[in-house]
């Protein structure tokens, strides 16, 4: 409905390294323990972050990159952006990107 008015809502939560691993620390502990990937950081979302080649891979795997398990959610492919950035995303790329590279680093500590 909102396209039909040229609004398109972007959804750029859970886009962090740290987010990411505290969402699934939070769903597996107190929301959906048993329909959650165990592990998810670990085996899923670190791999296919650091392993542009192996997403294909990993996707089939788990038939997407979501942290349910695939028989509760379904299939959820990535595929590439084809859209622009909103500008103020755009003016902080290389800030976001050092802040996503660096807390990949802290959270990967983190599990250790």
Same mark, same amino acid.
């Given at each position: 409905m909102l396209a039909e008015y040229g609004v398109r809502m &972007?959804?750029?939560?859970?886009?962090? /390294?740290k987010q990411v691993n505290l969402k699934v620390q &939070? &769903? #597996?502990?107190a929301v959906? +323990? *048993? @329909?959650? $990937? *165990?592990? &998810?950081y670990? #085996?899923?979302y670190e791999p296919w972050v650091n @392993? /542009? *080649? +192996? =997403?294909?891979? $990993?996707?089939n795997q788990w038939e997407g990159v979501h942290e349910f398990k695939p028989?509760? =959610?379904? /299939?959820?492919y990535t595929s590439k952006f084809q859209g622009q950035h909103p500008p103020k995303i755009q003016? @902080? $790329? *290389?800030?976001? #990107? #050092?802040k996503f590279d660096n807390q990949l680093k802290e959270v990967w500590h983190e599990n250790l």
């Amino acid at each position: 409905m909102l396209a039909e008015y040229g609004v398109r809502m &972007y959804h750029y939560s859970y886009v962090f /390294p740290k987010q990411v691993n505290l969402k699934v620390q &939070y &769903y #597996k502990s107190a929301v959906s +323990m *048993d @329909n959650c $990937i *165990d592990d &998810y950081y670990e #085996k899923v979302y670190e791999p296919w972050v650091n @392993n /542009p *080649d +192996m =997403r294909e891979e $990993i996707e089939n795997q788990w038939e997407g990159v979501h942290e349910f398990k695939p028989q509760y =959610r379904g /299939p959820c492919y990535t595929s590439k952006f084809q859209g622009q950035h909103p500008p103020k995303i755009q003016e @902080n $790329i *290389d800030l976001l #990107k #050092k802040k996503f590279d660096n807390q990949l680093k802290e959270v990967w500590h983190e599990n250790l």
